[in-house]
């Protein structure tokens, strides 16, 4: 919520546009907030510094308060960064997404077959899930769309810069639930000789005006739990599996086996997401993000943070021979599996 403030007072382009550390009343006139509050926004601020967004330097003669200036953090609060982080803050802080978290402790207490597909955001929605929820609500369907681009920006830069060799000698990719094909623009623009095909709902790839444009870039409306995969060298599944439980998961993987190796392919499976535990994100504050973010997956949508063990398992189960785990950033890695 913090930061969540920080955003929407535009606090970072303030501090940033001055050009040099800002005084705490020049902040408080650049963000027009009356100088009765200038008290309260130095507590904010203060926590900002604890936080890592600022820096607050030693204050002068006749100064209250130090002057304050960004640190590198700072820049995914920016307006002008192309890869900054706003609308995931946001998207993240809405009540769309935070109701469910104070409907947690009732979830635990309801009733409910385990076949049932209840979580706490479906019980704080009416039974909706989440896409029903940005379909009908077209300015938090953008917001959600535009935070998801988001992470996407950011991460499908540093997986082919990390993981180059993992795309050498493609000459064709399907990103399974690529939505408007932030993951593959970038691929296309890094690997030109890879022809990159979205795959998603019909609905999110015929939304013409939100979908990436490139001429290596093709778009495919399907079902990935119904329908033929697209047959390629590489399918690519970005934080998508991580939504859903092993039942459905398994389903999809076998369609993946199956579009592999179709008419003797042999192609292989690309998934970037969490593996809880990896020897790369093991340390205490690595496994607490990853613990958190399986709560998360707990209170939104099916599925979970798997363990290495519980990945390999699925991949057997669906008939592949072999895997490879890349460390990228974020928590998430690159694994590839082999027919």
Same mark, same amino acid.
């Given at each position: 919520?913090?930061?969540?403030?920080?955003?929407?007072?535009?606090?970072?382009?303030?501090?940033?546009?001055?050009?040099?550390?800002?005084?705490?009343?020049?902040?408080?006139?650049?963000?027009?907030?009356?100088?009765?509050?200038?008290?309260?926004?130095?507590?904010?601020?203060?926590?900002?510094?604890?936080?890592?967004?600022?820096?607050?330097?030693?204050?002068?003669?006749?100064?209250?308060?130090?002057?304050?200036?960004?640190?590198?953090?700072?820049?995914?609060?920016?307006?002008?960064?192309?890869?900054?982080?706003?609308?995931?803050?946001?998207?993240?802080?809405?009540?769309?997404?935070?109701?469910?978290?104070?409907?947690?402790?009732?979830?635990?207490?309801?009733?409910?077959?385990?076949?049932?597909?209840?979580?706490?955001?479906?019980?704080?929605?009416?039974?909706?899930?989440?896409?029903?929820?940005?379909?009908?609500?077209?300015?938090?369907?953008?917001?959600?769309?535009?935070?998801?681009?988001?992470?996407?920006?950011?991460?499908?830069?540093?997986?082919?810069?990390?993981?180059?060799?993992?795309?050498?000698? !493609?000459?064709?990719? /399907?990103? %399974?639930? @690529?939505?408007?094909? $932030?993951?593959?623009?970038?691929?296309?623009?890094?690997?030109? =000789?890879?022809?990159?095909?979205?795959?998603?709902?019909?609905?999110?790839?015929?939304?013409?005006?939100?979908?990436?444009?490139?001429?290596?870039?093709?778009?495919?409306?399907?079902?990935?739990?119904?329908?033929?995969?697209?047959?390629?060298?590489?399918?690519?599944?970005?934080?998508?599996?991580?939504?859903?439980?092993?039942?459905?998961?398994?389903?999809?993987?076998?369609?993946?086996?199956?579009?592999?190796?179709?008419?003797?392919?042999?192609?292989?499976?690309?998934?970037?997401?969490?593996?809880?535990?990896?020897?790369?994100?093991?340390?205490?504050?690595?496994?607490?993000?990853?613990?958190?973010?399986? !709560?998360?997956?707990? /209170?939104? %949508?099916? @599925?979970?943070?798997? $363990?290495?063990?519980?990945?390999?398992?699925?991949?057997?189960? =669906?008939?592949?021979?072999?895997?490879?785990?890349?460390?990228?950033?974020?928590?998430?890695?690159?694994?590839?599996?082999?027919?």
């Amino acid at each position: 919520m913090t930061v969540q403030c920080a955003v929407e007072l535009e606090i970072a382009d303030a501090v940033h546009g001055h050009g040099k550390p800002i005084s705490l009343a020049e902040l408080a006139a650049a963000l027009n907030i009356s100088p009765a509050k200038a008290p309260f926004l130095s507590r904010l601020m203060r926590m900002l510094v604890h936080m890592g967004y600022f820096v607050q330097q030693t204050k002068e003669q006749g100064e209250g308060e130090g002057r304050y200036w960004v640190t590198p953090l700072c820049r995914f609060l920016l307006k002008d960064n192309p890869f900054n982080a706003r609308s995931f803050i946001l998207c993240m802080n809405h009540p769309n997404m935070v109701d469910p978290w104070r409907h947690m402790s009732a979830w635990f207490r309801t009733s409910c077959p385990p076949s049932t597909t209840t979580t706490p955001f479906t019980l704080a929605h009416g039974g909706k899930k989440i896409y029903q929820v940005c379909s009908s609500d077209p300015t938090f369907g953008q917001m959600f769309a535009e935070a998801m681009g988001a992470d996407s920006r950011v991460f499908s830069r540093a997986l082919v810069a990390r993981c180059k060799e993992a795309f050498e000698g !493609l000459s064709s990719l /399907v990103d %399974v639930g @690529g939505s408007t094909g $932030t993951t593959a623009k970038v691929i296309a623009e890094a690997f030109p =000789a890879i022809r990159c095909t979205v795959f998603d709902l019909p609905h999110v790839v015929a939304d013409h005006g939100s979908r990436q444009a490139h001429p290596n870039l093709d778009y495919v409306g399907g079902d990935m739990f119904a329908d033929d995969l697209p047959q390629a060298d590489a399918l690519l599944f970005k934080w998508v599996l991580f939504d859903w439980p092993d039942e459905p998961c398994l389903k999809v993987l076998k369609q993946c086996k199956k579009a592999l190796t179709r008419n003797g392919g042999k192609g292989k499976l690309m998934i970037a997401d969490h593996v809880l535990g990896h020897e790369s994100c093991s340390d205490e504050s690595s496994m607490g993000t990853s613990w958190l973010f399986d !709560l998360a997956a707990m /209170v939104n %949508v099916e @599925g979970y943070v798997r $363990t290495e063990k519980q990945w390999a398992k699925l991949f057997s189960d =669906a008939g592949f021979a072999n895997y490879t785990i890349s460390p990228v950033g974020a928590l998430r890695l690159l694994i590839q599996v082999y027919p």
